[in-house]
């Protein structure tokens, strides 16, 4: 594995779990808008243990790189996710959120490859 692929599936990992966190510690700045979108509160942790799982699977893709695949299309079906809940939402100004996030997690799955 080259060393862009680490450090891309490093920070990859790392933007997931810092998201993954926020949602845990009810971060004002990502739970208004879970609201605002209609996402109801009992998912919430859900979807931080979701991306919590992606960001470990793709830091345990370094050692078993089937597992870093996994976590890495994971991450992407999650974040596609999460821009289709911001479309229907009518939040147009917030789409580039989720694919900042998205964004690392792709490359990490086409380096991956």
Excluded: C, N
């Excluded at 599936?9 to 926020?22: I, K, N, Q, R």
């Excluded at 509160?41 to 699977?57: D, N």
Aim: net charge positive; hydrophobic share 60%; no cysteine.
């Amino acid at each position: 594995m080259s060393t862009t692929a680490v450090v891309v599936t490093l920070v990859a990992a790392f933007m997931s779990g810092f998201s993954a966190v926020s949602v845990f510690t009810g971060a004002k700045w990502v739970v208004e808008p879970l609201a605002q979108y209609g996402v109801p509160r009992t998912w919430w942790t859900w979807l931080g243990v979701a991306k919590a799982a992606g960001a470990l699977g793709l830091v345990a893709g370094l050692f078993v790189p089937a597992i870093g695949i996994a976590a890495a299309i994971g991450l992407a079906l999650y974040y596609t996710g999460a821009v289709i809940t911001v479309v229907r939402a009518r939040s147009f100004a917030h789409i580039p959120f989720p694919v900042i996030y998205a964004a690392p997690a792709v490359a990490a799955l086409t380096l991956g490859f």
